[in-house]
């Protein structure tokens, strides 16, 4: 049972293009969520998703930011015009069901801005 | 300031014990846990404690948690290289889904 799958695992942008993060969950697991960590901190919460449902975005930058769990395929996090503030450890985590079922993390994407 | 709260750095020697601390102040937490993060790699989940108990053991990862002082603690018995990493504790509070973590505990072990 692959667990849950993140790409790319290093990601260098310029500082005004787009960046795409792909996070697929554990084989079962219709819940996804995404943190942000950056360098020396511990993780934030940016969104929670459910397949073609936003159900919480409250942590995530109101500008820029866009996050999707479309039916088929992955969940993807996407920054627009990426700045060098973006640049760290994108995390997905996957659960079962919501609330207090345990949420295991991918490997993470490392974003780059230059 | 952060709601869950650990000590940046700890030395430790192989073979010795260590013990990484953690306070949180939410006492509607209901899940509290801990991650391990080897450089450059993701959290695993080491362990996790439910509100209701006081200690869980799970071979050489013993966690301890005063809920009246919200204080968690994991001990790592007979450390070996192969634990330096970094360690998150983090909670999870009642009905909500959002993880909250520490900063994250970094831990060496020296020979």
């Known amino acids: 049972n692959a667990g849950v799958m993140q790409n790319p695992r290093h990601l260098v942008r310029r500082r005004g293009q787009e960046a795409r993060l792909r996070c697929s969950p554990m084989k079962g697991h219709s819940h996804v969520y995404w943190y942000r960590q950056l360098p020396e901190e511990g993780l934030k919460f940016m969104v929670y998703l459910q397949k073609e449902n936003i159900i919480d975005e409250s942590g995530m930058p109101k500008e820029r930011f866009s996050a999707e769990f479309p039916k088929e395929g992955p969940s993807i996090l996407r920054i627009q015009q990426v700045v060098r503030g973006d640049s760290a450890a994108y995390f997905c985590?996957?659960?079962?069901?919501?609330?207090?079922?345990?949420?295991?993390f991918g490997p993470g994407t490392r974003l780059t801005v230059l | 300031g952060e709601d869950v709260e650990q000590s940046l750095f700890l030395s430790v020697r192989e073979g010795d014990s260590s013990v990484i601390n953690c306070t949180y102040t939410?006492?509607?937490?209901?899940?509290l846990y801990w991650y391990k993060q080897e450089p450059g790699a993701g959290l695993q989940l080491l362990t996790y404690i439910f509100s209701n108990m006081d200690m869980k053991q799970d071979q050489r990862l013993t966690v301890l948690l005063n809920k009246k002082d919200k204080h968690l603690s994991l001990r790592i018995a007979d450390t070996q290289t192969g634990d330096s990493a970094i360690y998150f504790c983090?909670?999870?509070?009642?009905?909500?889904?959002?993880?909250?973590f520490g900063a994250g505990t970094t831990v060496t072990v020296r020979a």
């Open positions: 983090a909670e999870a509070r009642s009905n909500d889904y959002k993880l909250s």
């Open positions: 985590a996957s659960s079962p069901t919501d609330g207090t079922d345990t949420q295991y």
């Open positions: 939410d006492s509607s937490s209901t899940y």
